[in-house]
């Protein structure tokens, strides 16, 4: 880390002293990337640029809004209608949650489908499974605070869940919501938390980057960098790359921001939590949907928060289910279609949770959620009968195939 | 394969968007052409100050909006003494004073709309046990907003035979299982336009709807132009970066 010398004395001075520079240059400007990621690597940059926006919006939400049973409805639409640009603050954190999801759901299955898990990168990819669970629990928990109908019943089914564990379950919901019914105590303390968790996330995130640049990026071949020739440096190839994928981002973004910003929003939510009338038809929020499908799904309700739980759990141990050596999917013909048949399986699985747990849905959500199970010992065998297809010898030999065969075949320095 | 990755994870999104259409359980809603749809879509100001005017003369004897200020109306193009003008006509509760008394002044700009009821239990008495909704929100609360507001006041027809209508509800196509507590609440010629507009039912159905997509966001305007200048500045940004990232990248493809 130490080592970079730098021309402004100034600068200089201060990082013989506390090495910021040098560890920026080190991590942002020269740190050597593979020359051949695709576009899909942009999406762990966006979801860190969503979760700045939402921590910026969010903060300046927390300044107008009030967390108390009775005001908080209408302090969220004193915010839409009386704080200058309230409205623009408000959808961004509202559609932002949304975009940031759409980000790491991205990021997660392009780290499934190029073998970004497998070995030396495992810590990485727990770090980012823990980091998803902390934008569930936060995004549950900012659902809550608008306290509109949805909000309230979305809070008391899912609180519920907890009553399910043998003997101590009522009182540990007791517990949660600070009363015997989600009230004034739940939303205080889901705003305290709410508050406090993206912070957590961000904390995490900086791990996930230490990770990161210690095993260095996996790329879409998923074999190593043999040396130089492989790499380049961070700046300005990435950061430009980057730079233009926030562009596209924003674009289609702000695009729903401003013409579409109640997109993602069930419209019961517009009307204010009543205890006493129960909507018909309680949804939770679009990125929960495959998880609430697995739920309802197992007509046990202790089996059925089991399932939801452990599927997400299972992923912690994805690579050692996983025991091939070969990391993309680019070249393991058998795993590649069981890769497009488990996205399949959860957007159909997404679509069941949707959807009222009646006629046709409860006997295909069942289904479903075997195969999204199914998923695993299916991949624990494939991965040792499947042959895969040879794999390149370098990075640079297939990126810059014949036309600069010299340059490949310079002598590896580092390897 | 990319595009099929994209296409999945956008349809995950559109799906669950989508579900709330499918969840509900109602007759098809007839489109209309608002003036405030679309990415130039702006409010029709007379047509705001026409939809006001059946809601004071109509919906507000028994609907609040609690949400909405006096002072708002000046989006609607009314000046400030017509503003003061509509908020006397109503008197609110203030207080306590130097004697520790309440007592009743005529509303000011800055109070919100008056309701017409002081609370939920009088609101019911009044209305055969029915509460009025507030319709501050009525267009962003219900599926099809104005489209469904339109479709309600629009929607009182004649019960089919068979189909029992309970007393004091009234049998409505467009609400979610037929019978609603609201008589209908306009006819031709229920209100005498200011600016000479024929006051049909549909027009007045269409007026109304429209002041309260109005009340329901009123940032709709500003809204829909800032939009457009920013996604038109993030083109333009977008377009120099990617031509950047080919230039810088020359040399390594």
Known sequence: MSGSQFN???????????????????????????????????????????????????????MAYTPNEALAFNSVERIMRDVNYGWLLRYMHMNGASFFFVCVYIHIFRGLYYGSYKAPREVLWWLGLVIYLTMMGTAFMGYCLPWGQLSFWGTTVITNLFSAIPVVGDAITTWLWGGFSVANPTLNRFFALHYLLPFVIFALVFLHVVALHTTKSNNPLGIDVKGPQDTIPFHPYYTIKDLFGIGVLLMVYLGVVFFLPNFFVEPTNYIPANPMVT????????????????????????????????????????????????????????????????????????????????????????????????????????????????????????????????????????? | MMRKFLLSTMAAAF?????????????????HNWSFQGVFGQYDKAQLRRGFQVFREICSNCHS????????????????????????????????????????????????????????????????????????LMTKAREGGPDYVYAILTGFVDAPAGFKVNDGMYYNQAFPGHQIAMPPPISDEAVTYADGTKATKEQIATDAAAFLNWAAEPELDTRHSLGLKVLGFLLVLTAMLYALKRKIWANVH
């Open chain 2, 65 to 136: 909006m609690k949400l909405v200020a006096y002072r708002n109306l000046s989006a609607l193009g009314f000046t400030e003494d017509e503003i003061k003008a509509i908020a006397a006509e109503k008197q609110v509760t203030d207080g306590p004073n130097d004697q520790g008394d309440m007592f009743q002044r005529p509303a000011k700009p800055s109070d919100h709309i008056v309701p017409p009821f002081p609370n939920d239990q009088a609101a019911r008495v009044a209305n055969n046990g029915a509460l009025p909704p507030d319709l501050s």
């Open chain 1, 279 to 415: 909507p018909p038809h309680i949804v939770p929020e679009w990125y929960f949907l495959p998880f609430y499908a697995i739920l309802r799904s197992v007509p046990d309700k202790l089996g059925g928060v089991i399932a939801m739980f452990g599927a997400i759990v299972i992923f912690f141990f994805l690579p050692w289910i996983d025991r091939s050596k070969v990391r993309s999917a680019k070249f393991r013909p058998i795993y590649k279609q069981l890769f497009w048949i488990f996205a399949l399986v959860c957007v159909v699985l997404g679509y069941i949770g949707s959807q009222p747990p009646e006629g046709s849905m409860v006997p295909l959500g069942r289904v479903f959620s075997v195969a999204y199970f199914a998923f695993f010992p299916l991949l624990w065998l494939i991965s040792k009968v499947e042959k895969p297809k040879p794999l390149p010898q370098s990075i640079a030999a297939p990126v810059l195939k014949g036309a600069s065969v010299g340059h490949a075949a310079q002598p590896m320095e580092k390897a």
């Open chain 1, 8 to 62: 402004n004395k100034v600068i200089q001075w201060f990082d013989d002293r506390l090495p910021i520079f040098s560890m920026l240059q080190h991590s942002a400007v020269e740190y050597p990337t593979p020359r051949n990621l695709n576009y899909w690597w942009n999406f762990g940059s966006l979801a860190g640029l969503m979760l700045v926006i939402m921590i910026l919006s969010g903060i300046f939400l927390a």
């Open chain 2, 15 to 31: 799906v669950a968007a989508a579900t709330p259409a499918l969840a509900a359980e109602k007759a098809e809603l007839e489109h």
